[in-house]
């Protein structure tokens, strides 16, 4: 709690913080899934393979990024001034470094709308005049409480070159890593590098077994050799999306254990459950 209330974290942002303003990952694949008449009903919640064929049928992946952004920005932003609103919150903790693996502008907005000056960083794209958004390896400036980075894992909507969607860009990038070891070095703003490899992390809106969780843990994460040594929060859905109520004892006990193993505290339930308890425990209920 001393840790979140000095802005001595990292915070993570998963698809969950982004409901019900967007659709969470599995409403998104099931719908997509639908349009496209998905052949393969096991895995038609999981959004990158489902999106890997759409972009297979439509013969370009571009069309279906370029596609998916504009649905997404039309569909507006959540209501900052919701005193459970995720976001909103996140932006009022004293910290220096946001990572998302999201693709909208959520986090910069209610940055925005609490009175700081965020700067955005976008994995795999490169400085654009005027645009605030600059290449990984040429960013030096120091975040401050007041002029926080919001780093964008998977890509950022304003360029949907860059992003994460079908399941060949999540291999791409695992492949990136596990390939060669020092491509942390092309993937990472050195701004960002050490809140990941100094501050404990706050994982918040992943579902265990989510892509996006998954990936952070099996390839990013573990090339931060610091990283394993502190001590992490997890807000976790079940699988079912329930929170704790969605879980038999035996599954809970297998998930405690194996967050536990990798020195990750999980919280079981929504984003907006523990930004609500947060914000009790923080006294600003």
């Not at 390939?179 to 809140?195: D, E, G, K, M, Y």
């Not at 952070?216 to 997890?234: E, N, Q």
């Not at 020195?263 to 339930?269: D, L, S, Y």
Request: charged share 20%.
């Amino acid at each position: 709690m001393n840790q979140l209330r000095n802005g001595e974290c990292t915070p993570f942002l998963g698809a969950d913080v982004c409901h019900p303003t967007l659709p969470t990952a599995g409403l998104l694949s099931a719908d997509w899934a639908a349009r496209y008449n998905y052949p393969f009903p096991d895995s038609a919640t999981e959004l990158p393979r489902v999106m890997q064929y759409a972009a297979t049928v439509e013969g370009e992946d571009l069309y279906i990024k370029e596609r998916l952004g504009a649905e997404l920005a039309a569909r507006g932003q959540p209501d900052f001034s919701d005193l459970s609103e995720p976001h909103a919150l996140l932006a009022e903790l004293p910290v220096k470094v946001y990572v998302t693996t999201n693709y909208d502008n959520f986090m910069t907005d209610a940055l925005r709308a609490s009175g700081k000056n965020p700067r955005t960083l976008v994995c795999g794209r490169g400085e654009q005049p005027g645009s605030g958004v600059g290449a990984p390896n040429h960013d030096f400036d120091r975040p401050q409480v007041d002029r926080p980075i919001v780093f964008h894992l998977y890509g950022n909507l304003g360029d949907p070159h860059t992003l994460v969607l079908t399941e060949d860009d999540y291999l791409d990038f695992m492949a990136n890593l596990s390939a060669n070891r020092t491509a942390i070095q092309q993937i990472i703003p050195i701004s960002v590098l050490p809140a990941l490899k100094n501050t404990p992390l706050l994982f918040i809106g992943y579902r265990f077994g989510d892509w996006n969780f998954r990936i952070l843990f099996h390839t990013l994460l573990r090339a931060l050799a610091p990283v394993h040594l502190r001590r992490h929060i997890s807000v976790q859905l079940a699988p079912n999306g329930n929170g704790e109520a969605g879980l038999d004892a035996r599954a809970r006990a297998y998930l405690d254990k194996y967050f536990d193993k990798r020195n990750i505290t999980v919280f079981w339930g929504s984003a907006t459950e523990f930004c609500e308890r947060l914000r009790f425990l923080m006294g600003s209920a």
